[in-house]
């Protein structure tokens, strides 16, 4: 057993190697919830199979008093294993001087024993089975033990694990005594068989005053209710279902009638991601805000009628939690690898708006306003999540919301509007200067307003034209509505300004937890970059300038072809030479080391 | 007469570009007919078609009101989300067997089961037209049309895939019998549910030669007709159909009409006010309600 040396304090990488299926993911989420009630940043990130149960599984939680709460890398300080199958692949991923948790009905191989790390094998399986009847609840009961061990191990407050538990099962006393009764099991007998606690510990502080711990799936989801949308269309895919599921759960908490117990939203599950699109193209069409969420494989078979939104200008909001691809790909594995089928979905010249969120907090706020972004511009909106975001709990910004706030439904004309103008609806016509025309829901006024929609060729007044003067108009104002859009999105952030260096990094979405991570890193070394986090496309025109500024330009990104790269080459007429390339691509969340090394490399 | 508020014009559209003879402009009048008659208020119609002739058809009536000309065998899923939007609107979606009985049949099947309340209708010539020529899923099977050889393949009748895949209301007409058609879009539209009209449309230019069931020749000496009472089960209503084709003919009328079962906003439960004319107050549950959702978070 290894000497404890000095204490490194709230700063710990806790892996769990599982079974998937095993009930392990709720035991572990507890943990996680325990460390954020300790007031203690942390995050948690889920490596699972894609696969129902019986598979290797694995669960991160990083603690960490900095807030560096990306992905570390392979090895862990403490790993608790309780999936045999993973377990000697496991042993190799503890970090020198960690801990090694595991059950004692698994014999190790002395040949593959190393020295430099604490072993602690316990008696999970003996215990779950002579303290507990069921099978059932053996098998979830074993969890809790290793929960009650590992609170040993990092001197975690038992209280705040049985405050977590209190909530998690409120209401079913039996419940919760039975996950008291394994807690103390796991948590006495490690204490009493080990010089515990370990040098890892997490003492209590009170970093997470405005903070939440949340999902971006169930933080997109509340978006879309707080953002206004009535109809959702959807078809299961991973790793976006989670979000239609809380977004089920939350409309039936805020949005049913008081009166009546009536419905103030329509739910679809429909048989195809086409149909999804095409019923969230309907509702916005006759007036309703409408969504659907998904992933990569579904926006392929959406790019139809993807451009048809487009170039007949109707509002759609598409959340898409990227995974890995392409084809089938990896279900449950994280890229961003899906941004030139997102911003150019479809045959033809077309562009769609795409917003970046990087963590669950900005999942809220950029699912709630893609509703006024879509109704403003007459275009599709993708908010480009990814799993990492999607899936995984992290201590998030909480949630905030200005009462005031008015839903923007972008230029409609009621039928008083149309009452008072002369003449009638030009459809297509750019009557303000800013290159976007006005549009009537259906049934709004008996003889004026009526227009056809159609994803054909078209004049100003929406009538069939195949004429090249016709089609022209058409096509080159939304190519500057394209440029009117850059207003109406999320502003990028300058995250570092140094001005020491001729190195600008930009970067978006997940890799915001690795990448302050890794500038930390060099600015501890004196390599001072400036880092400019883009939030949408198109582009602000400050991306241009922060391009210009700089000599070298890296941006970093989880594909392999430099897909946001590409965009700003293309987007921005930059010139390819300037902008160099960061990619992590192989499914698993990029590390601070990982940019940190080939920031090295390429400075 | 003079006291109806709307008159015939109100609910005409602009001038047909099809073929003269088409079957489908008579379908576009009937259509017009049936509403003028029922005097439902022109802009609070609603009109969505996919593409091909057929699919052209929604110009040419009901001017007043919005359409939307939509994707290839997509017609269903934007009307349905036009439908969940507003419930209280007359939805009538246009199709043909090309749009329908290949690329469309999922969406199709998909909303019948959904008993989406709209009339939907598939102009029907065994061909696709507006490509010129080739022979679409409800082609006789060993038949082929002007420009291209029989399939071979077994021909889908869409009156009977309707009978037992969620249509509530479910008819055939013809273009040759415009009286009957008028009186078929009358019952479709008041029927509360998803009400089909497969009507026989011949194609003159590609697909009207006497041996081609849809043909304008053969259904004037194979027309049959159910005139018996409403049938509300999905056997009796096969059993009528195939009763009139073992008599070798053609079957038009209505064949199903089933009133029991809850439409779609009844089966989700969506409230009274049409989900677009909800406004803030009842959709966004504001900074109250994110208090219990921070904390239950921590």
Not at chain 1, 390 to 406: L, P, S, Y
Not at chain 2, 12 to 39: F, P, R, V, W
Not at chain 2, 82 to 101: C, E, P, Q, R
């Amino acid at each position: 057993m290894a000497i404890n040396k000095e204490n490194k304090v709230n700063d710990v990488l806790i892996r769990f190697a599982n079974i998937n299926g095993s009930g392990s993911l709720s035991a572990n989420s507890l943990f996680t919830k325990a460390v954020f009630r300790a007031g203690v940043p942390v995050g948690s990130k889920n490596i699972y199979p894609s696969n129902i149960e019986g598979l290797p599984t694995w669960y991160e939680i990083r603690v960490s008093e900095k807030g560096y709460l990306g992905s570390r890398g392979k090895d862990a300080d403490v790993i608790v294993c309780l999936n045999p199958e993973s377990l000697d692949d496991d042993v190799t991923k503890v970090s020198r001087g960690g801990y090694f948790i595991y059950d004692n009905i698994v014999k190790l191989d002395d040949n593959k024993k190393r020295n430099d790390i604490a072993y602690m094998p316990m008696p999970f399986t003996v215990l779950a089975k002579t303290e507990f009847d069921s099978p059932k609840a053996r098998n979830l009961m074993k969890n809790i033990i290793y929960i009650g061990a590992l609170a040993a191990l990092v001197d975690l407050d038992l209280d705040i694990l049985k405050s977590v538990i209190l909530d998690e099962f409120k209401g079913r006393d039996d419940v919760v005594v039975q996950n008291y009764k394994a807690l103390e099991l796991g948590y006495n007998y490690a204490k009493s068989h080990y010089a515990l606690p370990s040098k890892f510990v997490i003492e209590k502080r009170n970093l997470n005053k405005d903070k939440i711990l949340f999902s971006g799936n169930s933080a997109q989801a509340l978006g879309a209710i707080y953002g206004g949308a009535t109809v959702l269309a959807w078809y299961p895919i991973a790793p976006s279902t989670t979000s239609a599921d809380a977004f089920a759960k939350y409309a039936k908490e805020f949005r049913i009638d008081e009166l009546t117990g009536k419905k103030n939203y329509a739910i679809l599950q429909v048989e195809d991601e086409i149909a999804s699109i095409g019923a969230v193209i309907g509702a916005s069409w006759n007036g309703a805000r409408a969504f659907t969420t998904t992933s990569g494989p579904g926006i392929s078979l959406m790019t139809e009628l993807l451009g048809m939104a487009y170039f007949a200008e109707i509002p759609a909001v598409i959340y898409n939690v990227q995974r890995g691809g392409p084809s089938t790909g990896m279900p449950t594995r994280t890229q961003q690898a899906d941004l030139i089928s997102c911003a150019y979905a479809s045959h033809g010249d077309t562009k769609n708006i795409l917003l970046f969120p990087s963590n669950p907090t900005e999942c809220f706020e950029m699912a709630a306003d893609a509703f006024d972004i879509a109704e403003t511009l007459q275009n599709p909106v993708i908010l480009m999540s990814d799993l990492d975001i999607g899936v995984n709990n992290v201590t998030t910004g909480e949630f905030k919301w200005d009462d005031k706030r008015e839903y923007k439904r972008g230029k409609v004309l009621s039928a008083q509007d149309l009452e008072e103008m002369e003449g009638d609806i030009a459809r297509y016509k750019d009557i303000d200067g800013d290159a976007i025309p006005y549009r009537t829901y259906p049934a709004t006024h008996p003889t004026k307003g009526a227009f056809f929609t159609r994803g054909t060729s078209h004049d100003e007044e929406a009538l069939y034209s195949e004429k090249a003067e016709d089609y022209k108009i058409i096509v080159d104002r939304l190519k500057d509505k394209w440029r009117t859009a850059e207003d109406y999105v999320p502003e990028p952030i300058l995250e570092r300004k140094h001005d020491m260096f001729d190195v600008g990094v930009l970067y978006f979405g997940s890799t915001k937890q690795a990448v302050d991570e890794a500038l930390d890193m060099l600015e501890a070394e004196s390599i001072y970059v400036d880092a400019m986090r883009i939030r949408a496309l198109p582009f602000n025109e400050e991306v241009e300038k922060f391009i210009k500024k700089h000599n070298r330009v890296i941006v970093i990104e989880q594909n392999r072809d430099g897909q946001m790269r590409t965009l700003l080459i293309n987007e921005l007429n930059i010139n390819s030479k300037k902008l160099e390339s960061i990619l992590v691509y192989g499914g698993a969340p990029i590390t601070a080391a990982e940019i940190y090394e080939q920031m090295k490399e390429l400075l | 007469m003079t006291d109806e508020k709307y008159s015939l014009a109100d609910y005409q559209g602009a001038a047909s570009t099809l073929c003269k003879a088409c079957g489908h402009d008579a379908i576009s009048a009937s259509i017009i007919n049936a509403c003028y008659e029922m005097q439902i208020e022109p802009h609070k119609i609603v009109k969505v078609s996919g593409i091909g002739c057929s699919s052209k058809t929604p110009t040419y009536f009901l001017g007043k009101s919005h359409g939307f000309n939509a994707a290839h065998g997509r017609m269903p899923s934007i009307i349905t989300g036009a439908n969940m939007a507003h419930k209280d609107l007359t939805y009538i979606g246009v199709s043909g067997d090309g749009d329908t009985a290949s690329i469309g049949i999922g969406q199709f099947m998909h909303t019948m089961r959904l008993n989406l309340n709209m009339t939907y209708f598939v102009f029907n010539n065994g061909c696709y037209g507006l490509t010129k020529g080739q022979v679409s899923a409800t082609a006789d099977k060993e038949r082929g049309t002007r420009k291209y050889p029989a399939s071979h393949m077994e021909e889908i009748d869409l009156v009977r895939l309707a009978i037992i895949s969620g249509a509530t209301f479910v008819a055939r007409g013809y273009a040759g019998n415009k009286k009957q058609l008028v009186e078929i879009i009358k019952r479709a539209i008041n029927h509360k549910g998803f009400a089909f009209i497969d009507v026989v449309s011949p194609c003159v230019r590609f697909n009207n030669d006497k041996s081609s069931t849809k043909s304008y020749p053969y259904m004037k000496s194979h027309l049959g007709e159910y005139g018996g009472e409403s049938i509300i089960t999905q056997e009796e209503a096969l059993a009528a159909l195939q009763k009139i084709k073992d008599d070798n003919k053609v079957p038009t009328g209505v064949f199903y009409e089933n009133n029991l079962v809850l439409d779609a906003h009844d089966m989700l439960q969506t409230t009274s006010t049409p989900l677009r004319e909800l406004n803030e107050d009842k959709l966004c549950p504001r900074s109250s309600a994110l208090v219990g959702v921070n904390n239950k978070a921590r």
